[in-house]
C-alpha cells in the first residue's frame, strides 16, 4: 500500500482517534503471586484502619549511578543535520561500569527519613542490621512516636533470620517476610513515586564524581515536597483496594 506517514498519522489521530502510548515494563505475575497479593491486601485492609496506616514507615533501596536518569523521548535538539546536532550536544554518553552507590530511605505520612547511603560492596545481614535499622528505628519513634509499623519488602537481605529478629525484638510491628507480597513493587511509594521524584530533582548535570552523586542525592531528598510525599503514602491504601478488586492485577 502507498500511503505517506502523515496520511497514516492523520486516519490513526483524526479519522480513528487513536493516540501513542509508550510501552511500559512491569513485573510478570503468576496466579499464586496473584493470590498472595490479594491476601496481604486484605489482611491490612482488615487489620488496619486508615489512620493506622499514616503511622506505618516504608523503606527501600536503589542504585543510582554516575550516568544518571536519561529519557531520549523528551531530549531532543533542533538542527538542520545530524553533525550539527552532535556538536550541539545531541550525544548521551554513557560508561559501561559506572560507579553506584545504593541509597536506603524511609517514608511515612511525617516526612522522609534521613538516607543511608551505601558507597560500596553488597548489601548482606549484618550492613542492613548496623547501617539501615539503627535508623528506621530512630527516625520512625522520632515521626511516628511509640506505635508504628516497619515495612520492608522481600528482597534477601531482609527476609535474613537475623534482621527479621531484629525486627521482632526491637520494632513495635514489622511487615514479616511473610507477609509481604513478592514482586509487587507497586505497592512501594518510592518504585510507584519517590524515586522518580528524586532523580527528577537532582542535577545530573554537575555530578561527576561519587561525592558529588552522594552530596546531590542527599541534598535533593530534602527538596521533596511535603505534598508529594504524603499523597505517595496515601495511595498505598488505593492501590491495595484495586488488588483486592481485580484479583491481584498489577496497579500501574
Not at 523521548?73 to 546536532?85: G, K, T, V, Y
Not at 550525544?91 to 541509597?103: A, C, S
Not at 531482609?158 to 513478592?182: A, G, L, N, V
Request: glycine content about 4%; hydrophobic content about 35%.
Amino acid at each position: 500500500m502507498n500511503i505517506s506517514k502523515s496520511s497514516i498519522h492523520r486516519i490513526l489521530r483524526k479519522d480513528l482517534g487513536c493516540f501513542p502510548y509508550k510501552k511500559i515494563k512491569q513485573p510478570k505475575l503468576t496466579d499464586v503471586q496473584k493470590k498472595k497479593r490479594v491476601k496481604f491486601a486484605n489482611w491490612v485492609l482488615n487489620n488496619y484502619t486508615k489512620s493506622d496506616i499514616t503511622r506505618w514507615l516504608f523503606s527501600d533501596e536503589k542504585y543510582f549511578d554516575l550516568n544518571g536518569v536519561y529519557n531520549n523521548q523528551n531530549d531532543r535538539i533542533w538542527a538542520i543535520s545530524r553533525e550539527e546536532a552532535d556538536k550541539r550536544g545531541a550525544i548521551y554518553e554513557t560508561t559501561k561500569f559506572p560507579v553506584k552507590v545504593m541509597v536506603w530511605l524511609g517514608v511515612c505520612s511525617e516526612g522522609l527519613s534521613v538516607p543511608v547511603i551505601f558507597e560500596g560492596g553488597s548489601m548482606d545481614a549484618q550492613r542492613y542490621i548496623d547501617k539501615v535499622l539503627s535508623i528506621a528505628l530512630e527516625c520512625g519513634n522520632e515521626m511516628l512516636g511509640e506505635h508504628w509499623t516497619y515495612q520492608q519488602d522481600g528482597a534477601r537481605p531482609h527476609i535474613h533470620y537475623r534482621i527479621q529478629k531484629c525486627c521482632i525484638d526491637h520494632f513495635p510491628s514489622f511487615t514479616s517476610k511473610d507477609r509481604w507480597p513478592p514482586n509487587s513493587p507497586d505497592l512501594c511509594p518510592f518504585d510507584y513515586s519517590l524515586w522518580n521524584e528524586l532523580a527528577k530533582l537532582m542535577n545530573w548535570k554537575k555530578i561527576t564524581i561519587k561525592e558529588l552523586l552522594i552530596q546531590e542525592i542527599k541534598h535533593s531528598v530534602k527538596k521533596i515536597e511535603k505534598e508529594k510525599i504524603l499523597n505517595s503514602v496515601n495511595d498505598f491504601t488505593k492501590r491495595l483496594r484495586i488488588i483486592k478488586e481485580t484479583g491481584g492485577e498489577y496497579v500501574r
